[in-house]
């Protein structure tokens, strides 16, 4: 990550090697700050470029730090949903044992000749 802009109420960075993935994930949950008056990124070649976030707020660095931190605790919620079983509880390893051995016994059953 490097700085180009540091002001009081404006900071740009550009966000090495990264994408428009994670750049409109921040610049959304930049927008849902009150403190913020405008974000946007800017990638200016598809292929070569690297993107450039642009935030102007009362305190664009710490909003910055609050944006990645709501983003990093929506990807654990989003974990969290993802391995569990559908009613809040999380699968654990015994669960996932006991389904590839399932599967295995069933692959034996429809693979046995009559003799």
């Known amino acids: 990550m490097k700085i180009i802009t540091d002001k009081r109420n404006e900071l740009e960075i550009e966000i090495t090697g990264e994408t ?3 750049c409109n994930a921040l610049r959304k949950a930049l927008m849902e700050d009150k403190d913020v008056e405008a974000a ?8 070569i470029g690297e993107p450039k976030l642009y935030i102007r707020a009362k305190n664009p660095k710490k ?3 609050n944006a990645a931190e709501t983003l990093k605790s929506r990807c ?9 079983d559908g009613d809040g509880k999380t699968k654990g390893k015994k669960a996932k ?5 399932t599967a295995k ?4 059953k429809t693979t046995k000749k009559k003799k």
Request: no cysteine; proline share 3%.
């Open 20 to 22: 428009h993935t994670l």
């Open 40 to 47: 946007a990124y800017v990638i200016d070649h598809p292929i």
């Open 63 to 65: 909003s910055l730090k």
């Open 76 to 84: 654990d919620e989003f974990k969290e949903l993802i391995e569990s």
């Open 97 to 101: 044992k006991q389904t590839k051995k």
């Open 105 to 108: 016994k069933s692959t034996k």
